[in-house]
């Protein structure tokens, strides 16, 4: 018999002593990229307090995509072709994790930088960037937290303008929106009896070159009973600063008590009043009163329903969010009508990913594990990760209401997925003083969608999905609505543990009256690797 050879050493870094070491998995040692992520570790994990002696668990997954596709444009009404494409889109990408099996590091980051060429015309090329990323530390244990998020996606500019699901596609109406938030978090508590929660919130919505910016600034301080208790109270005041670029400059002030009580463990009701002040709905800051209740119902760990309503200076706001999971099913329902303050927030959808992620909350509880889970799941059954399952997104320049119903529901088999959404949105503008100019600044926008994804593993190897999804815009005053119809397959196969190879086929139709509607039809080739 071979006995495996000895593993090697914790490395402790120079200058470190009496923290806890790295550990740096054998395997690694021959791979550069790994071993430059390990450093990484080592040096933030010298910046943890000696006492905690936390051993980072460090994951990096660098992937390489390379696709085809062919692209056949149609005007609808008379039939002519307005183009034809050949477009290559090559992604290199990262996925980065890091924890501590103390939970107090918690960081994942998925980025991936598109290539996507027109040969034919060469000047229609670009660079996308795809991002979603968070961040939790606590720095001080059990007293200060520092979150950090940020994101990048195509969304449209416009609900008005030309829309695609297909972002190999360059059109003039489709913007990358970047949006990143830094919150530090202080908690404690006062005398042992009142627990203490103090958060100061910057972040940014940037689609600049669009014209489209927005910045925003939150203060908060929160004061509740250390101790849990059948009977509770809680005590919070806020204050949150919103600039739009193109559009002006707000504040608000916010005071709110409350009472709450847990008849038992399943229940928690609570009712709450309070005062703001603001001058989003008028040029001088105005004052009201508002005043909500709210309820709490897990009957079961795999079911959970929440209720809030809050009388608000603009009227009625509510938050409903209804789940319940089988072994292999989710149900999803969620409503809401509130304040959006940002630009990238015009519509909010579920992708298939956040879908299939709370499936598996049963099967695995550990969130990087989980993430794992899921996306190698999808990608055995053919669904891209990202694939949306409601909504057409838009840029807003100014304050406003937003209220959204969506039904979604995801099923897991031994060899087929299923994921389904229907919903129906409404959007207006709040701050009606603003100049700015955008898609709500001449009335409301509707919209009514369906989205359904099928996938099927035709062996370990061979998977096909179906993908299927329409929306329509309803806008009001004497503005014309569109509708948005699309129809995807696609056939993969894995050549490897770590490639795969597929071949896809879609038609979209975009038709909208005063506008040039279209059809075309796509096939689409990728190549994708990872290399650990």
């Known amino acids: ?257 409350g009472l709450s009580y847990r008849p038992d463990v399943d229940w928690l009701l609570s009712l709450r009043s309070g005062w703001e002040r603001t001058d989003i709905a008028s040029v001088q800051s105005q004052s009201y009163d508002n005043w909500g209740a709210g309820v709490v119902w897990t009957p079961t760990p795999r079911t959970s329903v929440s209720v809030d309503a809050d009388r608000r200076f603009f009227g009625n706001s509510y938050g409903v969010s209804i789940g319940h999971r089988h072994k292999r099913t989710v149900w999803s329902y969620s409503a809401s009508r509130g304040l959006s303050e940002f630009v990238g927030e015009g519509a909010v959808a579920v992708s298939a990913y956040d879908l299939f992620f709370q499936l598996f909350a049963s099967q695995e509880p550990d969130p990087e594990r989980r993430d794992q889970l899921v996306r190698d799941f999808l990608d055995r059954n053919g669904i891209p990760p990202e694939t949306v399952i409601g909504g057409l997104g838009y840029l807003v320049s100014a304050a406003s209401l937003q209220e959204r119903h969506q039904l979604s529901m995801g099923m897991s088999f031994r060899r087929a997925s299923l994921s389904a959404s229907v919903y129906t949105s409404r959007s207006e503008r709040v701050d009606k003083i603003s100049g700015a100019i955008d898609d709500l600044s001449r009335g409301a926008v509707r919209q009514h969608g369906v989205s359904a994804s099928i996938g099927y593993s035709l062996s370990p190897r061979d998977s096909v999905s179906l993908r299927a999804s329409a929306s329509r815009t309803d806008p009001s005053g004497d503005r014309a609505g569109s509708s948005l119809v699309s129809l995807g397959m696609s056939w993969s196969t894995r050549l490897s543990q770590r490639t795969s190879f597929s071949v896809g086929l879609r038609h979209t139709a975009y038709d909208r009256a005063d506008e040039d509607d279209y059809t075309d039809t796509a096939l689409t080739t990728a190549l994708r690797t990872s290399f650990f």
Not at 39 to 50: I, R
Not at 199 to 223: E, H, I, K, P, V
Request: charged share 20%; aromatic share 4%; proline share 6%.
């Open 1 to 257: 018999m071979h006995s495996s050879p000895p593993a090697k050493a914790a490395a402790t870094p120079p200058g470190v002593s009496g923290r806890a070491a790295c550990t740096v998995p054998a395997a690694w040692s021959s791979r550069p990229v790994a071993a430059v992520a390990v450093l990484g570790a080592c040096l933030a994990q010298a910046g943890l307090p000696a006492q905690a002696a936390p051993d980072l668990q460090l994951r990096i997954e660098p992937s390489l995509s390379a696709g085809i596709s062919t692209i056949d444009r149609y005007r609808s009404d008379a039939g002519d072709r307005i183009r034809s494409d050949a477009v290559a889109t090559v992604t290199p990408g990262l996925r980065f994790s890091l924890r501590n099996r103390g939970g107090r590091v918690q960081a994942s980051v998925n980025y991936g930088l598109s290539a996507v060429v027109y040969p034919t015309e060469p000047e229609e090329s670009r660079l996308r960037n795809r991002l979603s990323g968070r961040v939790r530390a606590e720095l001080v244990e059990n007293h200060l937290d520092l979150n950090l998020t940020g994101s990048i996606s195509q969304q449209p500019i416009s609900i008005f303008g030309r829309q695609t699901d297909d972002e190999s596609v360059i059109d003039e109406n489709q913007a990358e929106v970047r949006n990143f938030s830094v919150q530090p978090v202080l908690r404690g508590v006062l005398g042992g009896v009142v627990a203490l929660r103090a958060s100061a919130t910057a972040g940014f919505s940037d689609a600049s070159r669009q014209g489209f910016r927005s910045t925003g600034q939150n203060a908060s301080l929160a004061l509740s009973p250390a101790r849990a208790a059948r009977l509770g109270w809680s005590l919070s005041g806020s204050r949150s600063i919103s600039d739009f670029q193109g559009g002006r400059e707000t504040t608000s002030d916010r005071v709110v008590g």
